[in-house]
């Protein structure tokens, strides 16, 4: 720092900075500064510069404060403007939302519902016994698992070697149901002692036509399966036996020359045999299936009818030509099951 002498009291005075005078410290004398006018232009050039940056300051603050006021106002409006949208939005979908909630509602209601009717007739159960009679001999589910309550009414009709396999429970443990069959005359067929679960294979008498099942009791569920009708294969089943035994009887009384030895067939079957002039013949057919019953016919050259015993599980047709010639022969089985036929030739006397 520069100095200068008092003209005062001669004292040493430091000269300070940006100033045009300064007192003396010493003795209080004014003491003008020398290069007046330069320090004068650099104080007021710094006066001026401090005072550009006081205004450059106070011009940031209040550029701030007005960013910080239009940035507030723009929140609050873009809360407000959600708000009003969010409003809006939430009164246009209210009703939307509410029916959507009540949809939910009314379907949990009505699944909860089908469950406690499932539960109540026992579906889950059936369905038990249905996969227990598929792993069997039975197969393909023809009436399909259905609930009812009181009473349920089942027609189908069936295959010519088809059986149906009734199904039938109840979920309640201490409820039983009840079958009654109707055969497509409408004629009731013995069914299986009331219980919880009723499993029933029905293998109708005759083929053909509508049969009708009613099942019931409380709360109940019911289904069907198909079944492959078991045919017998052994002697006694198809007849064999009972035909050798019938066909030895007519032998001892004197039916000793054999017109067609005994055959097993299965189903209905047509024959043809030459028959000579005044000759008598016994056309001999049986059957073991107790349901399969056999009706004969035969028919002369001429076509002429010939009286047959009654349908049966067994018969012997009695027949004297009066003129040779082809003669046809036809048994009809109930079920399409086995039997076996033959036929002697017997003098008169022999069919006494």
């Known amino acids: 720092m520069q100095t200068l002498r008092c003209d005062g009291c001669n004292a040493t005075v430091p000269i300070p900075a940006f100033a045009l005078s300064t007192p003396c410290p010493h003795c209080g004398h004014n003491i003008v500064l020398p290069n007046q006018t330069i320090r004068h232009e650099a104080i007021s050039r710094a006066l001026e510069a401090d005072a550009q940056r006081q205004h450059e300051r106070q011009r940031e603050a209040e550029r701030e404060r007005t960013r910080r006021i239009a940035l507030r106002w723009k929140v609050i409006s873009g809360i407000v403007t959600t708000l009003a949208i969010g409003g809006v939005i939430v009164y246009l979908t209210l009703p939307a939302i509410r029916a959507a909630t009540d949809q939910e509602a ?39 698992p259905e609930a009812g309550s009181g009473a349920l009414v089942q027609k189908f009709t069936l295959g010519l070697r088809a059986c149906a396999r009734i199904l039938a429970t109840t979920g309640d443990a201490a ?5 009654e069959i109707l055969d497509p005359e409408g004629k009731p067929v013995p069914g299986p002692p009331r219980a919880r679960d009723v499993d029933h294979l029905y293998c109708p008498r005759a083929l053909g036509g509508t049969h009708t099942v009613r099942i019931k009791g409380g709360e109940l569920s019911a289904a069907a399966v198909e079944c492959q009708r078991t045919y017998p294969t052994d002697p006694a089943g198809t007849g064999a036996t009972r035909v050798s035994e019938l066909m030895k ?62 349908p049966g599980t067994e018969g012997i047709l009695t027949y004297c030509s009066g003129e040779g010639g082809p003669h046809t022969g036809r048994v009809t089985t109930a079920l399409e099951g086995p039997f076996t036929w033959g036929a002697v030739i017997c003098p008169k006397q022999a069919l006494k």
């Open 106 to 144: 009314a379907q949990a209601r009505a699944e909860a519902e089908a469950t406690a009717h499932r539960e109540r007739a026992g579906l889950e159960r059936l369905q038990g016994m249905i996969a227990k009679a598929q792993a069997g001999s039975c197969g393909k589910l023809f009436i399909s």
């Open 249 to 310: 009887e007519r032998r001892a009384a004197g039916c000793r020359e054999v017109l067609a030895p005994p055959k097993t067939e299965l189903g209905t079957k047509t024959m043809t045999a030459t028959i000579a002039p005044r000759t008598c013949i016994q056309l001999i057919v049986a059957t073991g299936m107790p349901d399969n019953t056999l009706e004969v016919e035969l028919s002369g050259p001429v076509g002429e009818h010939i009286p047959a015993p009654p």
């Open 175 to 179: 409820g039983a149901v009840e079958l």
